[in-house]
């Protein structure tokens, strides 16, 4: 029996979030240039979308370029950059016809002007899907987002819209860039690297963590359908006790 068929589906992840990692050493191993591994990368994220959709998860979040990326060789980052945009140009199409939404978190302005502008338009172009909401974590680090938080609530303070008493875990989220978006249950990460690199960390609280030694080019969907079968074997007990749970 295959991994798909073991889902228990009346209790899937509604959230999964997924760090891709190991594109470098993939193109590596082959005696590729690192763009190569960034390429195929691509088709990974193509197939894991597509799988998500198939199996009714409602969000999935990926983390496409960190905070801490722009220190990679220039060449590196224009590819990556240069990667995306034409990923998002060609993909757009294939989102609608699926019914999934795009979205996007992190500091977007920091962004090359086409990539913002053809994000803002394929992220317009796709507002009204409904079955699936990807969303790319760009420039994105939790520290930066945690700040941005806590500047903004600090202001409402100062312009007196708020309380400070009135600042708790339910208004500190909603200053999050995933204010519409549940917390994942579920966080992937490949390449054999077990950290979380500064990805959702408010969000990931409580987030069962799955580390595979698979390099993202040699991800597919079979790997995630694992990934859940893994998962829903876990008791999640949220600082309870087993018996208390049911
Ligand atoms: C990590 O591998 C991967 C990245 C930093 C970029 C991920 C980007 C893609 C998969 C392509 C673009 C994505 C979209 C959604 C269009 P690494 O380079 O750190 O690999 P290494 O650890 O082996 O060096």
Request: with cysteine.
């Amino acid at each position: 029996m295959g991994f798909k068929e073991q889902i228990d589906v009346t209790r899937l992840p509604e959230h999964i979030a997924i760090i891709m990692d190991g594109n470098g050493r993939w193109a590596k191993n082959q005696g590729k240039f690192r763009h190569f591994g960034h390429e195929s990368g691509v088709l990974s994220v193509k197939d894991i979308v597509e799988g998500c959709a198939d199996i009714g998860i409602k969000y999935l979040t990926v983390y496409a370029f960190s905070t801490e990326n722009w220190n990679r060789p220039i060449e590196e980052v224009n590819a990556l950059m240069e990667l995306l945009i034409s990923t998002i140009n060609q993909e757009t199409a294939t989102l609608n016809k699926n019914n999934i939404r795009l979205n996007a978190i992190g500091d977007i302005s920091s962004l090359p002007q086409k990539c913002i502008d053809d994000l803002k338009s394929a992220m317009e172009n796709t507002a009204k899907n409904t079955r699936c909401t990807l969303t790319l974590a760009l420039s994105y680090s939790a520290k930066w987002e945690i700040i941005e938080a806590a500047k903004k609530l600090a202001q409402k303070v100062k312009d007196q819209e708020i309380n400070i008493d009135e600042i708790n875990e339910s208004t500190f989220s909603a200053q999050l860039t995933t204010t519409d978006i549940p917390d994942p249950e579920l966080m992937i990460r490949t390449s054999g690297e077990h950290r979380v690199s500064n990805f959702l960390l408010w969000q990931m609280a409580y987030t069962e963590l799955y580390f595979t030694d698979t390099l993202w080019p040699d991800f597919r969907r079979e790997d995630l359908f694992e990934a859940i079968v893994d998962y829903q074997k876990r008791e999640r007990r949220f600082g309870k006790i087993s018996e208390q749970l049911n």
